[in-house]
């Protein structure tokens, strides 16, 4: 017992040896340097009869690619950067820092970006200088960060991959199509990330998740495991359609007003239940990861009409969001466009509703499509049945649609003389001679 005793290593020692390394490896970092600008000098790599410098460096060296390149374009850098150059030498500071200060540091900004990454972790270092141009100080406004795509590599036994590709399959025939691998990975994240709703909490907005919008760039960013992560903006738009605010969380306690939802919860149980819990994108059949979205978005003047909301899958409304699919008209006569293919224009219309507490039962109506009615309004919510949009439905809309508010475009419809007798076009012609832009 004594013997094993007497062969251990203090911590000071496993310390001072570890230190001891990262001290040289700093020295070895900065005299290559040195050499590499030598090796470009003299065209190093043509005396082995190989391409470039980055040949040289992979052949000779042993770095990968990306690294070659990173070791080439540090080495350049610290020609210009001696302090830099100097405080990797000493161990002042490590390779990995050293490499991202010279993203931003010029020969006047050195010592304020020495000063300021001492004590700093290499990632600490690494959002500064993201956040930073070339030339800037530590303490210059920062830029918003950029929504990016991020690499993940996965290395999964037989029976999981088996697995991952039944769900790719699975996932795939209910959203219709194909997903492609960030779709389908989206998806399945969404399954175990998203409460299962039931009934009674359809009112309930889906992104209950975190997301803090900049108020002077209006850069959004995402809380995953601790970490604020920059997203697009279609991510935010498919958010802020249908979603809980809590306010401001940059204050030393919660603001003094609860928080509030996008769409009011009777409502979005109601759309919910009209559009039978699935997109309502033609083609999509989706029944997971719903949102509420407004055909007429909220800043062109959209409110939560009934009639101008839809259910939609995450795949579809972030598509729409991003402009790569058009919806327009209205919940009973949804019109779906694909810029990119302009051969596939849909129409798609509401199915028969299911017969269920708080719904009217149209099973014994036609099945021809949406009627064109202007008669009294209905007991839900805004006063919309589920019979079709009225005339006065369409011609409010088309006006909204022209720019004009949803308030002057009421009060113009109340001035149309026997506007039940009338076509659309009549009623358009006769209502734009009442409205006044303000």
Same mark, same amino acid.
């Not at 610290?78 to 010279?102: N, Q, W």
């Not at 209006?218 to 359609?241: D, F, K, S």
């Not at 839900?380 to 006065?392: E, K, Q, W, Y």
């Given at each position: 017992?004594?013997? #094993?005793?007497?062969?251990? $290593? ?16 700093? $020295? ?16 190093l790599?043509?005396?082995?009869g ?15 690619? #990306? ?23 000493t ?22 970006w020495?000063?300021?990454?001492a ?26 960060p ?22 790719? $399959? ?27 709703v ?45 979603a ?28 919910m ?10 083609g ?8 509420? #979205?407004?055909? #007429? ?12 909301l839809i ?19 209205t919940?009973?006569?949804?019109? $779906? ?22 719904l ?14 202007d ?5 839900l919510?805004?006063g ?39 076509s ?15």
């Amino acid at each position: 017992m004594m013997g #094993h005793a007497s062969n251990e $290593v203090s911590w000071e020692v496993v310390h001072a040896a570890l230190m001891s390394i990262a001290q040289r490896r700093g $020295v070895l970092d900065a005299e290559e340097a040195r050499w590499l600008r030598q090796a470009v000098d003299v065209q190093l790599w043509q005396r082995f009869g190989m391409v470039s410098p980055l040949d040289y460096l992979e052949r000779k060296l042993g770095y990968t690619p #990306h690294t070659a390149n990173e070791r080439l374009r540090v080495a350049r850098a610290l020609a210009d950067l001696p302090e830099i150059e100097h405080a990797l030498e000493t161990g002042a500071l490590c390779y990995s820092a050293v490499r991202e200060l010279t993203r931003v540091a010029t020969e006047d900004r050195e010592d304020a970006w020495i000063a300021w990454a001492a004590g700093k972790t290499v990632r600490e270092i690494e959002q500064k200088v993201a956040a930073h141009e070339r030339g800037d100080d530590p303490d210059d406004l920062e830029k918003a960060p950029e929504a990016r795509h991020h690499r993940v590599w996965i290395d999964l036994p037989p029976e999981t991959y088996a697995r991952w590709r039944q769900a790719i $399959v699975i996932l795939s025939d209910e959203h219709g199509r194909r997903l492609e691998l960030p779709a389908f990975v989206g998806a399945l994240l969404e399954a175990a990330l998203v409460d299962r709703v039931p009934d009674s909490a359809l009112g309930r907005a889906r992104y209950q998740i975190a997301i803090s919008v900049c108020p002077r760039c209006q850069q959004a960013t995402q809380e995953g495991g601790g970490v604020q992560v920059p997203i697009g903006p279609e991510a935010l738009a498919c958010a802020t359609c249908d979603a809980v605010h809590i306010g401001n969380v940059d204050g030393d306690a919660p603001d003094a007003s609860p928080a509030t939802q996008t769409i009011p919860p009777k409502v979005r149980r109601f759309v919910m239940h009209r559009d039978g819990r699935r997109c309502r994108v033609p083609g999509c059949r989706s029944a997971r990861h719903l949102d509420v #979205h407004h055909i #007429h978005h909220r800043e062109h003047g959209g409110d939560h009409d009934p009639s101008l909301l839809i259910t939609m899958c995450t795949s579809c409304h972030e598509a729409h969001h991003r402009g790569t699919l058009v919806v327009s008209g209205t919940a009973r006569s949804l019109v $779906v466009e694909r810029p990119n293919d302009p051969d596939h224009t849909t129409r798609g219309q509401l199915d028969e509703p299911r017969t269920a507490a708080g719904l009217i039962d149209h099973r014994h109506q036609s099945h021809a499509g949406p009627t064109v009615r202007d008669d009294a309004p209905g007991d839900l919510p805004n006063g919309h049945t589920h019979a079709g949009p009225t005339v006065r439905d369409q011609a409010q809309l088309g006006l909204i649609t022209l720019g004009f508010s949803r308030s002057i475009a009421r009060e113009a419809l109340a001035k149309v003389p026997d506007l039940p007798r009338l076509s659309l076009e009549q009623v358009l012609r006769e209502a734009l001679k009442h409205c006044k832009r303000c």
